[in-house]
């Protein structure tokens, strides 16, 4: 995995000036990782990944700076995304980062490692540090998909349709949609953290078809799949 590392690491180092040569040393005193605070910790397709870490200056003995450089990959090893800083670790000193991803489409539900590294940002192309270790701390985290409500139940009364469904893990709120047709028009009729809701506002005689998702709010709101469309009996 290491040395699938290195390779990509090396295809963003043409820009930056990198050494062609390195060696990852783990679990480095020169990176500090904050948070998450928990490892194997939980998140969401279409939230945001959120972090903390400090990097100290690793290379001013060598006359270098240090510039962080994240790597997340899947359970397999495979590159997903790579974050470089923008900004360097200078003067023996140290510097906070804040770390911020999409969970996007380039992820899927499993198991993911975050690494962070502390990169020396060379001058000189032709420089050889390959006797060096390069430093290295990371943790790792599990993204998950927002489930979607199962056993949808509809019960029309007088003047009412109730709508209840199954509890989804995680699931905070929920979202009643409604339409007059199966394919088309549907319109949020409710916001929910019960798994009924009792929509008045429909007409005797008339036959409604819903749909529901799963709402949850964390590092930005993520909304689960959609139910199939369900009908209702007839309004009395």
């Avoid at 930056?16 to 194997?40: C, H, K, R, W």
């Avoid at 088309?184 to 008339?206: L, M, P, Q």
């Avoid at 036959?207 to 139910?227: D, E, I, L, Q, S």
């Amino acid at each position: 995995m290491r040395k699938r590392l290195l390779a990509i690491i090396l295809g963003i180092a043409v820009v930056m000036a990198f050494s062609p040569v390195m060696v990852f040393a783990g679990d480095s005193d020169y990176i500090e990782l904050f948070t998450p605070e928990e490892e194997n910790s939980i998140w969401y397709m279409g939230e945001y990944f959120y972090g903390e870490y400090r990097a100290y200056d690793t290379w001013l003995d060598y006359s270098y700076s240090t510039l962080p450089t994240v790597v997340i990959t899947d359970s397999n090893g495979e590159v997903v995304d790579t974050i470089v800083s923008d900004t360097a670790v200078e003067d023996r000193s140290y510097t906070d980062y804040y770390l911020k991803f999409d969970i996007d489409r380039n992820f899927h539900p499993g198991q993911y490692t975050v690494y962070v590294f502390a990169m020396p940002m060379l001058g000189d192309e032709d420089a050889d540090i390959s006797e060096f270790d390069v430093p290295e701390k990371h943790y790792n985290i599990t993204i998950r998909r927002l489930g979607t409500p199962a056993s949808v139940r509809l019960a029309a009364g007088r003047g009412k349709v109730t709508v209840s469904w199954a509890e989804v893990s995680d699931a905070q709120k929920y979202q009643v949609y409604r339409s007059t047709k199966k394919s088309s028009g549907y319109s949020k009729v409710a916001t929910t953290a019960n798994r009924a809701f009792v929509d008045k506002k429909v007409k005797k005689g008339k036959r409604y078809y819903y749909k529901v998702r799963a709402v949850r709010a964390g590092n930005g709101t993520v909304y689960g799949t959609f139910t199939a469309p369900k009908k209702s009996g007839k309004v009395r």
